[in-house]
């Protein structure tokens, strides 16, 4: 049984920082691109970065170019994302999600989702 829990949510100011993790078992995680999406109120779930399979090449949505970094630790099942310098638009429960042999930046190519975890960021 595929399992992903993610980790690292909480509360922070404007311009502070946070690294989210996201654990996977039950799958050869190598195989699988992972994904961050986050969710906020009233909205639709949006990408946020991806991570490809093995290789590790890395894609992100403009909204957090320069800011978030995606990374992956194989040998631990482990996809991070490391978040400076955050908003309060960067609010919202966010997701990470895995997808095989592919990283795509739609929420219909992936087949594993995590429970989420929220960030808030406010003064």
């Known amino acids: 049984q595929v399992q992903l829990v993610e980790s690292g949510g909480g509360l922070v100011q404007p311009g502070e920082s946070l690294k989210l993790s996201c654990a996977a078992s039950?799958?050869?995680?190598?195989?699988?691109?992972m994904g961050w999406f986050r969710q906020a109120p009233g909205k639709e779930r949006e990408f946020v970065a991806v991570?490809?399979?093995?290789?590790?090449?890395?894609n992100y949505a403009d909204s957090v170019k320069g800011r978030f970094t995606i990374s992956r630790d194989n040998a631990k099942y482990t996809v991070y994302l490391q978040m400076n310098s955050l908003k309060p638009e960067d609010t919202a429960v966010y997701y990470c999600?895995?997808?095989?042999?592919?990283?795509?930046?739609?929420?219909?190519?992936?087949?594993?989702w995590g429970q989420g975890t929220q960030v808030t960021v406010s003064s």
């Open positions: 999600a895995a997808a095989f042999f592919s990283a795509p930046v739609v929420t219909t190519g992936y087949r594993f």
């Open positions: 039950g799958l050869t995680f190598s195989r699988f691109g």
């Open positions: 991570v490809s399979p093995s290789v590790g090449g890395t």
